[in-house]
T-cell receptor, first 115, second 115 residues
Framework: ETGVTQSPTHLIKTRGQQVTLRCSSQSGHNTVSWYQQALGQGPQFIFQYYREEENGRGNFPPRFSGLQFPNYSSELNVNALELDDSALYLC??????????????FGPGTRLTVT | AQSVTQLGSHVSVSEGALVLLRCNYSSSVPPYLFWYVQYPNQGLQLLLKYTSAATLVKGINGFEAEFKKSETSFHLTKPSAHMSDAAEYFCAVSGVPSGANNLFFGTGTRLTVIP
């Protein structure tokens, strides 16, 4: 069983640029959640996708957007990058469809640095 | 609304000593509670979860946690620390039984094990 994978592992961008992060969910999982973990902090929920639709969103501006594809993989897009966007971005997949909670399996993350 | 507070950003114990990591939660609905561990440059791994069944929950690697509603606590313990337990530990709460089961994380506790 393949776990959650994320790409790239590291990324350096300049303020104002746009970035796309990718996540492949674990086999059999239909839900993907994205979290931002700033240095020294706990992860913060960005949004979740279930069956290709956004299914909840945290307190993040609209320049954070996402997609989920028919194979349940997902992308996180961030426009107009700001210095404060520098963080570890974590993707987690789970299998929704019954009584919760749905255990979330995390990928290794993408470290984004904005200069 | 859901939130967790982890008391003590850093905890040091001697190898073989008791590990106690504290977590208090706030939730407007019956909570689901989780402990995750994060090793350097890695994603999060689930240690254990409370889902309203038994109040004493056993997890992986010898860890366990007890849900105490009267104290709104979910402290993590391990009878005897091992060097490999050195990592960052996060407590998280999810209060939504269906829909977006996003997790609200604490700020983490870094555990150091002294040989």
């Amino acid at each position: 069983e393949t776990g959650v994978t994320q790409s790239p592992t590291h990324l350096i961008k300049t303020r104002g640029q746009q970035v796309t992060l990718r996540c492949s969910s674990q086999s059999g999982h239909n839900t993907v959640s994205w979290y931002q973990q700033a240095l020294g902090q706990g992860p913060q929920f960005i949004f979740q996708y279930y069956r290709e639709e956004e299914n909840g969103r945290g307190n993040f501006p609209p320049r954070f957007s996402g997609l989920q594809f028919p194979n349940y993989s997902s992308e996180l897009n961030v426009n107009a990058l700001e210095l404060d966007d520098s963080a570890l971005y974590l993707c987690a997949s789970s299998r929704a469809g019954g009584r919760g909670p749905y255990e979330q399996y995390f990928g290794p993350g993408t470290r984004l640095t904005v200069t | 609304a859901q939130s967790v507070t982890q008391l003590g950003s850093h905890v040091s114990v001697s190898e073989g000593a008791l590990v106690l990591l504290r977590c208090n939660y706030s939730s407007s609905v019956p909570p689901y509670l989780f402990w995750y561990v994060q090793y350097p440059n890695q994603g999060l791994q689930l240690l254990l979860k409370y889902t309203s069944a038994a109040t004493l929950v056993k997890g992986i690697n010898g860890f366990e946690a007890e849900f105490k509603k009267s104290e709104t606590s979910f402290h993590l313990t391990k009878p005897s620390a091992h060097m490999s337990d050195a990592a960052e530990y996060f407590c998280a709460v999810s209060g939504v039984p269906s829909g977006a089961n996003n997790l609200f994380f604490g700020t983490g506790t870094r555990l150091t094990v002294i040989p």
